[in-house]
């Protein structure tokens, strides 16, 4: 018989971060695709013919640490709808759902077993003798206790990017991961709109690399009239801003046209109409949505795990669970003025060239503040990002 002659392929190692640019509005430009290019794998680059020789492909850990070689011969590649407590829900590239365990030497490689494996995470895995050769199962029940019963085992993750994180009790917690846009979800009213969680958000997207996009929910309920100067302020940042109703439909469409072909994750407060806008978006994904009794009940989530879904009109979407809070992981104070682009052409005129534009007398962000150039509320949540204080 021929002999295999074994081929290494490399893959990129995670990309750096990109230096910022001077103007937000190519900050939040469009996305590109990365996701896609993740999941068909282009960013293979192999010696030779792939589908001559067996193939061992080596690459680094989520974190940069060295991950374990895999035998693409025994292991397939697939994607985590959803993680479970200890079982990781994939569906490979063919099509097969698998419930998996996690390799145990990947745990002890992570810095934080929290975030071994997330959702949206592009992984490699091997089927668990005697399920070998899976029949294509049904598509994975919502309920969350209801995994398929095909096993397999994790054996490495690829390198990520545009990822959600946040911290959570001092560890960092990778909520989604390989998305491109961020939708973040508020709502006029029940519960009301709070400007200074937007602004954390979109730190959190520029940090996680995600392209943000802004949705105010429940417009059915409140007069917009009052938000035209909040909505030109994001619109003037390069933000697309969607005012919509889940229960009347209005702006559905225009938020679906923003999804076509993309990979993108919702997040926002609980109650806000995440799961109701999807509905509306695709009716047949059913997700459960809170009955109105619920909603007043305080710390009740309807959705209570991250699930990848498949659009039917091209695109991967991530239902996540409601936040209360979104406290930046890893992010010095310093880095903070780099979030706020409407900063940039005052940062230079500052008297001291390490200014945090907080205590000191010769700002010139300040004054830009008190001549109004840059909103006091924009400049309040820079504060409480620079001084790492929970949003109000
Ligand atoms: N009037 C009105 N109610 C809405 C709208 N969108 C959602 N709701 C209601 O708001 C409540 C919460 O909706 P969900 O879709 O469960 O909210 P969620 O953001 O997914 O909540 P979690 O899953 O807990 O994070 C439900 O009672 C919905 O019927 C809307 O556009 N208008
Ligand atoms: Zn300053």
Known sequence: MSKKKKVRVELRKNREKPPRE?????????????????QSGERVRAKGSLSRYR?????????????????????????????????????????????CAVRRLLKSLATDERSVVTTGDVVWIRAARGSTAPAPEPPPSDEPGQVPAVEGVIERVEPRHGVLTRASRRREHVLVANV????????????????????????????????????????????????????GLYSQLGIPV???????????????????????VFSGQSGVGKSSLLNAIQP??????????????????????????????GGWVVDTPGVRQMQLWDARPEEMEGYFPEFRPFVPLCGFPDCTHTHETDCAVKDAVARRYITSRRYHSYLGLFNGTAEE
Do not use: W
């Open 180 to 231: 491109d846009q961020l939708v973040i979800v508020m709502s006029l009213v029940e519960p009301d709109l709070k400007p200074h969680l937007i602004d954390r958000y979109l730190a959190v997207a520029q940090q996680g690399e995600l392209k943000p996009v802004l949705c105010l929910n429940k417009a059915d309920l409140a007069d917009a009239v009052e938000l035209q100067p909040l909505i």
């Open 55 to 99: 193939t061992v492909v080596q690459t680094e850990a989520t974190d940069g640490t060295a991950m374990p070689a895999v035998d693409e011969g025994e292991c397939v590649r697939g994607r985590v709808l959803r993680v479970h407590g200890l079982a990781s829900v994939v569906e490979t590239d063919d099509g097969r759902i698998f419930r």
């Open 284 to 313: 047949d994904l059913a997700l459960a949505v809170k009955s109105v009794s619920e909603v007043n009940q305080k710390g009740r989530h309807t959705t209570t795990y991250s699930q990848l879904i498949k659009l039917d009109f």
């Open 22 to 38: 001077n103007d937000l509005t190519r900050d939040f430009a469009e996305g590109d695709g990365r996701a896609d290019d993740a």
């Open 242 to 264: 969607f005012l919509c109703s889940a229960r009347t439909g209005y702006g559905v469409e225009r938020l679906r046209e923003q999804l076509r072909g993309r990979s993108t």
